[in-house]
């Protein structure tokens, strides 16, 4: 991607990015009430500085197939309330143990565990509040009954907490590489997945093109855990915003472990590339997605 070329999908990033959080303002709860500590825990988790990546991976999707409508609205938030709230407890001191994440305090340094625990449960719940109001959007759109299928499949059990009970069962234990597969798949996979497969049926794909753009999720979420990999081992904690050496830290097998820095990258930008075929063979003239997945390749955060 050339220098200027590449200007251009970081300027774009950034306006979709504050589209983004306007939307997530718009749905967050209005901190007021006897619950209102809840509330603004639940604010602060939500509206750190992060990418905002699924939610615009579900949107770029959403326009791929056509979709024009304000349908995708309330599944855009409720996708970032998930990953939210799956940070919130990621942090935990049960599991990662993390004070800093997307450059702040994380949740449960600033409101307590309890009040972490508690903002995690409530974001989540709050996801599916809001996902339902696609139903006030657009009430004849058969879409919204699978697309809450997906959302909630890929979160839970056969999804990301799926993965997520598997990393913490063996973290500090030795992993087979299926294993690990599973993890990635799961883990950081299922929620990509979900973004992009939400933004397809909600637009009114047709059954092969929404599996084709399943497969391009699944690389895209690999390529996405691998690189995180690596910045945990040569980033720049300050870039990222939060400290790095966590997985030797937490004796964490990874795919570096497994296949060393170098080949960690060579295979980022082939998944990378796989994933930007399909996304371009849909794109038209709008090329962002695919641009996008390709910039991702060299994040640094
Ligand atoms: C607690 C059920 C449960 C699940 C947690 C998301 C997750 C599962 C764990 C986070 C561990 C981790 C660092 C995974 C790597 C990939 C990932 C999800 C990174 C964070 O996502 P970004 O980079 O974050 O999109 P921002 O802050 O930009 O939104």
């Known amino acids: 991607m050339s220098k200027d070329k590449g200007m251009d999908v970081r300027k774009a990033l950034e306006e979709r990015i504050e589209e983004v959080n306007t939307l997530l303002m718009e749905y967050l709860p209005k901190e007021e009430g006897f619950q209102k500590n809840l509330l603004c825990a639940m604010n ?6 992060g990418k905002r990546l699924r939610p615009i991976f579900m949107n770029e999707t959403y326009k791929l ?18 990953h939210s709230y799956s940070l919130v407890h990621d942090d935990l001191p049960a599991m990662d143990n993390d004070e800093y994440r997307r450059g ?12 972490a625990i508690l903002a995690g449960d409530a974001l989540l719940n ?9 139903f006030d959007e657009e009430p004849d759109n058969k879409g919204i009954v699978r697309a809450l299928k997906v959302l909630s499949e890929k979160t839970g ?4 907490t799926g993965g997520q009970s598997v990393d913490v069962e063996l973290t500090g234990q030795p992993l087979n590489r299926e294993t690990l597969d599973f993890i990635y798949a799961l883990k950081t996979g299922a929620l990509i997945e979900a973004s992009m497969t939400v933004g397809a049926i909600l637009a009114g794909a047709g059954e092969a093109d929404i599996d084709r753009i399943g497969k ?17 081992v040569i980033g720049d904690a300050k870039v990222i915003g939060k400290p790095t050496l966590s997985d030797e830290k937490n004796d964490k097998t990874t795919y570096v472990t497994f296949e060393g820095i170098e080949k960690a990258k060579t295979d ?34």
């Open 216 to 232: 391009g999720a699944k690389a895209v979420g690999l390529a996405f855990q691998i690189q995180d990999d690596i910045l945990d």
């Open 268 to 301: 980022v930008a082939r998944l990378s590339e796989e994933a930007a075929d399909i996304f371009a063979s849909y794109s038209g003239k709008d090329t962002f997605l695919k641009d996008l997945v390709l910039m991702l390749i060299n994040r640094e955060k």
């Open 157 to 160: 059990i056969y999804g990301m």
């Open 44 to 49: 602060y988790s939500c509206m750190g500085p």
């Open 126 to 134: 709050y996801a599916y509040e809001t996902a339902l109001k696609a």
């Open 65 to 82: 197939f056509g979709g024009k409508g304000r349908v995708i609205r309330p599944f855009m938030a409720a996708i970032e309330m998930i």
């Open 104 to 115: 702040r305090k994380t949740t449960h340094v600033v409101y307590g565990e309890a009040g």
